[in-house]
């Protein structure tokens, strides 16, 4: 066919340039769009710009009259020789400092773990794929389950994890995991990496396959050896992958809400940021204090992901 | 035997002792679940690695439980309902996104990207004022409507991602044939589009069937609970004496199906997940 032979030389114009057909195209494109926009302005956009207005107000959750304007007086506030408000308030730095604890350490682990993983995972052997599909099993367990079963598993009475510790003689009487405050972080940490492992560990695998295998062959007929290869050619073109997986793990990690909630309550020694402006929002009914402590989750999340967008659109400036 | 032999068997022992590892650690839990949803309560105490005699008591009590049924009935509407939601919105923006160059496009997937970092916790109270105004509040709706906005955006990344790889040809072609966009998109790229959209449509599944801020917060009454819910607010005389068997019979009730899904789909939730992820 003729006709699409020029078409496929001129496709550049056909679909770029400002014909007709282009524009027709464009305005369709925007019609496909609208619903999709729409939506995420109905649950997205709308209601963040509410919560930041309702940051600036005392509304209450027991009046639906949206309470009145009271400036930043939520966030902090000078009242004679009294500051108050959410910065000023030891519970919100406790959060911070337990949300900050949370991410250190969960995402530290799980991205050197679900590297570990992935570099075991990347060796050929009968039965691979099979392994593949059984490490993915705690990442399909709904967070409520994983943190139920693993409360049950490090109950401090009947749980198998103390058994198994006193058995081979690792303590002495059982732990507390879940109650005691200086332990009950680390259960925290302990449910979350085993939920999040295999997802990066499928991010690195994917990453590892695309990894040019001549470099590998010539390191292999020079005789240098495997750890330093892995050092000086494995982990530097791994990184760009490392840093989404990463990225993505410590903006997951800053909103943590489920694993906490269900394992500990409301305990103070492993409350989050979420948990404490849930608790506020919803438990206290205190909308405007709530949105307070939400505005400033979102503030953080928002530098963080917006970092996220500048070094992602510098590397594919750098691709081409 | 020689020392290489000997050093090539010792690394294969290894080898095989790490995978071992790694599947007690990724399988065991789960399987301790299962252990202890099969004891009696009166054996509940004692800690035992195998199943000795099966029973399944706990898994009666459970599926006898209207309030248990009427949540999975509610989890598995409101998933549904989401997952077609969220794919019929996102096929449409994903044509645009992902075949059509016009000003706004980096914007508007910017946008959708960042839609998807958002914390869930910072659009709580707007929401919820959203949803009191449409008399959502404790139905399955609310719930509906506020998933959009973790589905949607994960929809839409991952649908424009597969769009963008159909080959230009086809549509050419239909250009010439004097199709408009929308039977370009139904007739000619949805038939190619459809493993992409199980995939993403599982994923959507699975994130909608295991949410829980929205679902603790948007509904009130055990009629309109969700399966996190109901599972997180199973509970004893006091928070000593938790239901340990009932509570495992269904943890297991509601994941097994997941398992089974992720197992048989795993190359396809593998390649949406990295999509998602990697080529972004």
């Not at chain 1, 494109?29 to 107000?57: E, G, I």
């Not at chain 2, 199943?51 to 006898?64: E, G, K, M």
Request: aromatic share 12%.
């Amino acid at each position: 066919m003729p006709a699409s032979l020029t078409l496929a030389a001129h496709d550049e114009h056909l679909l770029t340039r400002e014909t007709p057909i282009q524009r027709r195209r464009v305005r369709a494109a925007w019609l496909f769009l609208a619903p999709m926009l729409l939506c995420l302005a109905l649950v997205a956009a709308w209601p963040l710009l509410r919560t930041f207005w309702f940051s600036l107000t005392d509304a209450n959750l027991a009046d639906s009259g949206g309470g009145s304007f009271v400036g930043l007086s939520n966030y902090l506030f000078h009242d004679e020789s009294n500051w108050s408000g959410i910065l000023v308030d030891p519970q919100w730095w406790n959060a911070v400092r337990n949300t900050l604890h949370f991410t250190v350490v969960s995402v530290g682990l799980e991205i050197v773990l679900g590297l570990l993983v992935a570099l075991l995972l990347n060796i050929k052997f009968t039965g691979r794929s099979l392994v593949r599909a059984l490490i993915l099993i705690p990442w399909a367990i709904p967070t409520i389950v994983s943190a139920k079963i693993w409360s049950w598993m490090l109950n401090d009475q009947f749980g198998i994890i103390n058994h198994m510790m006193l058995s081979v003689g690792l303590i002495d009487a059982p732990l507390a995991w879940t109650a005691d405050a200086d332990l009950s972080m680390w259960a925290v940490i302990i449910v979350d990496v085993w939920k999040t492992v295999p997802f990066v560990t499928l991010l690195m695998l994917a990453a590892l396959q695309m990894l040019p295998s001549d470099c590998y062959e010539a390191a292999r007929v020079d005789g240098i050896h495997p750890l330093k290869v892995f050092w000086r050619v494995t982990l530097p073109l791994l990184m760009p992958a490392l840093l989404v997986a990463a990225i993505f793990r410590i903006l997951d990690s800053l909103r943590v809400f489920d694993v906490i909630y269900v394992l500990t309550s409301n305990s103070s020694s492993t409350m989050s940021m979420s948990v404490y402006a849930r608790q506020h929002l919803v438990e206290f009914q205190d909308v405007g204090y709530g949105s307070a402590a939400s505005t400033l989750l979102f503030l953080v999340v928002a530098v963080i992901a917006m970092l996220y967008l500048y070094l992602g659109r510098r590397q594919m400036e750098v691709r081409s | 035997m020689s020392l290489r032999q000997l050093k090539k068997t010792l690394l294969r022992f290894g080898f095989w002792c790490l995978i071992g590892v790694l599947l007690l650690y990724a399988v065991f839990p789960f399987y301790y679940a299962i252990v202890t949803s099969l004891k009696p309560s009166s054996a509940l105490f004692e800690v035992s690695y195998w199943i000795h005699n099966p029973d399944f008591s706990n898994y009666a009590t459970v599926l006898h439980q209207a309030s248990f049924l009427r949540a999975i009935a509610n989890s598995l509407i409101v998933s549904l309902c989401v997952v077609t939601l969220a794919l019929f919105l996102s096929v449409t923006a994903a044509y645009a996104l992902g075949r059509v160059k016009f000003r706004g496009r980096g914007t508007v997937l910017m946008m959708v990207l960042g839609v998807s970092m958002f914390p869930q916790v910072a659009v709580l109270s707007g929401l919820f004022e959203v949803i009191r105004a449409l008399g959502l509040y404790n139905t399955s709706w609310a719930l509906i409507l506020s998933y959009t906005i973790f589905t949607l955006p994960f929809t839409v990344w991952v649908l424009t991602t597969f769009m963008g790889q159909l080959p230009h040809e086809l549509e050419e072609a239909a250009i010439m044939d004097g199709a408009s966009p929308w039977v370009t998109l139904t007739r000619v790229l949805l038939p190619l589009l459809w493993p992409a959209l199980v995939t993403t449509g599982l994923l959507a599944f699975i994130a909608a069937w295991n949410e829980f801020l929205f679902a603790l917060t948007f509904t009130l009454t055990d009629a309109q609970r969700t399966v996190p819910v109901a599972i997180a607010l199973i509970s004893g005389g006091s928070p000593h004496e938790l239901p340990w068997g009932l509570l495992m019979a269904a943890s297991v009730l509601v994941t097994v199906p997941l398992v089974i899904l992720v197992l048989i789909f795993q190359r396809r939730i593998v390649s949406g997940l990295t999509a998602g992820a990697l080529k972004g």
